[in-house]
């Protein structure tokens, strides 16, 4: 019981510091899998060793299809985003990420997620992957 209340308070210490630290500086994380076209895992260093070292990442500002939409075409668009996203990623020479804050679920921060000079949620709206997302209800993709 002690282990966790101290894991816990861990974890509020870092989401606060996550927070007020995170528009100081960008950094090159090392982006470990990309889950979807909105959201990447990333290599972190600043996780107590009991919390792993990544930490789910969703890029602020856009809202791409659901891969698990009851909607056979959303699905489709999903994966398809998703793997632009993996070659974004795979053939990139300069990843930066700036940690902007936790997002409203907890268990992933919100950032901008820079690729070769460039905002990812601005290539994915660009080229059609991707609407502007910034919490208010979400529009269906079907």
């Known amino acids: 019981m002690k282990e966790i209340l101290t894991v816990l308070f861990i974890a509020l210490v ?6 007020k630290t995170a ?19 990333i290599q972190v260093d600043f996780l107590p060793q009991e919390l792993g070292n990544t930490l789910k990442l969703r890029v602020l500002g856009v809202d791409t299809p659901e891969k698990k939409s009851t909607c056979e075409s959303e699905r489709n668009r999903a994966l398809e985003a998703t793997n632009f996203v993996k070659d974004l990623v795979d053939n990139a020479k300069k ?13 992933r921060v919100l950032g901008e997620v820079i690729i070769d ?12 992957y991707a609407v502007p997302y910034f919490g208010h209800k979400k529009e269906g993709w079907c």
């Open 14 to 19: 870092l989401l606060f510091s996550v927070g």
């Open 23 to 41: 528009n100081v500086q960008d950094r090159e994380y090392k982006v470990t899998r990309v889950i979807d076209g909105d959201t990447l895992e």
């Open 95 to 107: 990843i930066e990420i700036q940690l902007k804050k936790w997002d409203k679920y907890g268990g």
């Open 117 to 128: 000079g460039k905002k990812l949620s601005k290539i994915l709206i660009e080229k059609g």
